[in-house]
């Protein structure tokens, strides 16, 4: 038994394969969250169903698993199990683009799922872990843009020097109990309420 219970959607148009998912996972210590026929069963499922994880067939009526996980993915990050009947190339080269983090080949036994499963979390965890590291990168690189505009606002208007002008500008995010951030913000928007009255006067 998997030391981690899920809750899992199944989606496939064939009434065998939802319903062999359907007997095996519970087998394997997980809960299945709800079963659908379609891409768009599936997409709705998501939403009602929250589930930790989606495992689905690729081919199926309307949209088929990878553009149902492509659409899921809008909404909410969920890591997903592709099946197909065969490999093919063009199909994992889609996947590879979406939130897919395994694919199995049908007929799919109990040990590919016990496989795969754990596998296809440790994937998305990493994913989300250097997606939220990206994020945190990105956002100190805006907020220090945003500190280096304020001082170079300081420095023109106060005339003074670039230290000084930081000195200032954590003086009164401390009086202020505040991030430097923030009054930097409050600086590059002072400057350009300025800068338009200026156009103004002239």
């Given at each position: 038994m998997?030391?981690?219970?899920?809750?899992i959607?199944v989606?496939?148009?064939?009434?065998d394969?939802?319903?062999y998912?359907?007997?095996?996972?519970?087998r394997?210590?997980?809960?299945?969250?709800?079963?659908a026929?379609?891409?768009e069963e599936?997409a709705?499922?998501?939403?009602?169903a929250?589930?930790?994880?989606?495992?689905?067939?690729?081919?199926m009526?309307?949209?088929?698993?990878?553009?149902?996980?492509?659409?899921?993915?809008r909404?909410?990050?969920?890591?997903?199990?592709?099946?197909?009947?065969?490999h093919?190339?063009?199909?994992?080269?889609?996947?590879a683009a979406?939130?897919?983090?395994?694919?199995l080949?049908?007929?799919v036994?109990?040990a590919?799922?016990r496989a795969?499963i754990?596998l296809?979390m440790?994937?998305?965890?990493q994913?989300?872990?250097?997606?939220?590291e990206a994020?945190?990168?990105?956002q100190?690189?805006?907020?220090?843009?945003l500190?280096?505009?304020a001082?170079?606002?300081?420095?023109?208007?106060?005339?003074i020097?670039?230290?000084d002008?930081?000195?200032?500008?954590?003086?009164?995010?401390?009086?202020?109990?505040?991030?430097?951030?923030?009054?930097?913000?409050?600086?590059a928007?002072?400057?350009?309420?300025?800068?338009?009255?200026?156009?103004?006067?002239?």
């Amino acid at each position: 038994m998997s030391a981690e219970r899920l809750r899992i959607a199944v989606a496939d148009d064939e009434p065998d394969v939802r319903e062999y998912l359907e007997e095996l996972l519970p087998r394997m210590g997980h809960e299945v969250a709800g079963s659908a026929s379609s891409g768009e069963e599936l997409a709705a499922l998501a939403v009602r169903a929250n589930p930790d994880l989606i495992i689905t067939d690729i081919k199926m009526p309307g949209l088929d698993g990878i553009e149902a996980a492509r659409a899921i993915s809008r909404g909410r990050h969920v890591p997903v199990i592709l099946l197909s009947a065969h490999h093919d190339a063009d199909l994992v080269e889609r996947a590879a683009a979406e939130p897919v983090m395994a694919y199995l080949i049908k007929p799919v036994s109990e040990a590919d799922l016990r496989a795969a499963i754990p596998l296809a979390m440790v994937r998305f965890r990493q994913s989300q872990a250097l997606a939220q590291e990206a994020a945190g990168l990105r956002q100190a690189l805006e907020e220090r843009k945003l500190i280096e505009r304020a001082k170079g606002i300081l420095m023109r208007r106060l005339r003074i020097e670039e230290d000084d002008a930081f000195r200032r500008l954590r003086k009164l995010a401390s009086s202020q109990n505040r991030k430097v951030v923030d009054i930097s913000r409050h600086v590059a928007e002072a400057d350009e309420i300025f800068r338009q009255l200026e156009m103004i006067a002239t």
